[in-house]
């Protein structure tokens, strides 16, 4: 089974503009989770999609969103990027059911480099 | 609220010695708790995970971790260090009925000497 993929691996932007990444989960997986690293702040939960629909969300601005499409792919996009969201970002797909048992399984990320 | 504290940001250790790296854990709820690794620009791997099965919990590349409820400790070791285990290790708590808001721990970097 192929692992979740990111597109793309590395990415630089300027401060202003939007960039949106995307994450292919594993098939059969229904829930796409993203999460920002940075080395100030470590790694953070932005938000979860399940079917479509956001099921829970991080405590980011609302310049961070993202969808979710009929095949579970999943996309995010930052609006009006500032320095401060250079950050790994981390996408993770499990089959999609509530217990908090189930294992995430990571893409290896994008790199965004906001100059 | 949950949280996790790692209480060592960088760990060495020489190859072929033991290693220990510690998590203390912070939750409402009886928590799910994970390790991961991430190798240099690479993504997160599970090495293993605590479901309330069992408190002795075996991952893979020969590490495990034993939750301890009194101390609210889950702590990783593996008898003997190999030159491949140098990465980041991550302690992460997700606590039940949130199943997929984990957090995460600030990290361990675990450095292996020859």
Same mark, same amino acid.
């Given at each position: 089974?192929?692992?979740?993929?990111?597109?793309?691996?590395?990415?630089?932007?300027?401060?202003?503009?939007?960039?949106?990444?995307?994450?292919?989960?594993?098939? #059969?997986?229904?829930?796409?989770?993203?999460?920002?690293? *940075?080395? /100030?702040?470590?790694?953070?939960?932005?938000?979860? $999609? @399940?079917?479509?629909?956001?099921?829970?969300?991080?405590?980011?601005?609302?310049?961070?969103?993202?969808?979710?499409?009929?095949?579970?792919?999943?996309?995010?996009?930052?609006?009006?990027?500032?320095? #401060?969201?250079?950050?790994?970002?981390?996408?993770?797909? *499990?089959? /999609?059911?509530?217990?908090?048992?189930?294992?995430? $399984? @990571?893409?290896?990320?994008?790199?965004?480099?906001?100059? | 609220?949950?949280?996790?504290?790692?209480?060592?940001?960088?760990?060495?250790?020489?190859?072929?010695?033991?290693?220990?790296?510690?998590?203390?854990?912070?939750?409402?709820?009886?928590?799910?708790?994970?390790?991961?690794?991430?190798?240099?620009?690479?993504?997160?791997?599970?090495?293993?995970?605590?479901?309330?099965?069992?408190?002795?919990?075996?991952?893979?590349?020969?590490?495990?971790?034993?939750?301890?409820?009194?101390?609210?400790?889950?702590?990783?070791?593996?008898?003997?260090?190999?030159?491949?285990?140098?990465?980041?290790?991550?302690?992460?708590?997700?606590?039940?009925?949130?199943?997929?808001?984990?957090?995460?721990?600030?990290?361990?970097?675990?450095?292996?000497?020859?």
């Amino acid at each position: 089974k192929a692992g979740v993929t990111q597109t793309p691996r590395y990415l630089i932007k300027t401060r202003g503009q939007q960039v949106t990444l995307s994450c292919s989960p594993i098939s #059969g997986h229904r829930s796409v989770s993203w999460y920002q690293q *940075t080395p /100030g702040q470590g790694l953070q939960f932005l938000f979860e $999609y @399940f079917s479509e629909t956001q099921r829970n969300k991080g405590n980011f601005p609302g310049r961070f969103s993202g969808r979710q499409f009929s095949n579970s792919r999943s996309e995010m996009n930052v609006s009006t990027l500032e320095l #401060g969201d250079s950050a790994l970002y981390l996408c993770a797909s *499990t089959g /999609g059911g509530r217990s908090s048992t189930d294992t995430q $399984y @990571f893409g290896p990320g994008t790199r965004l480099t906001v100059l | 609220a949950q949280s996790v504290t790692q209480l060592d940001s960088h760990v060495s250790v020489s190859e072929g010695t033991p290693v220990l790296l510690r998590c203390n854990y912070s939750s409402s709820y009886s928590p799910s708790l994970f390790w991961y690794v991430q190798h240099p620009n690479k993504g997160l791997q599970l090495l293993l995970k605590y479901t309330s099965a069992a408190t002795l919990v075996k991952g893979i590349n020969g590490f495990e971790a034993e939750f301890k409820k009194s101390e609210t400790s889950f702590h990783l070791t593996k008898p003997s260090a190999h030159m491949s285990d140098a990465a980041e290790y991550f302690c992460v708590v997700s606590p039940t009925g949130s199943a997929r808001q984990l957090t995460f721990g600030s990290g361990t970097q675990l450095t292996v000497l020859p």
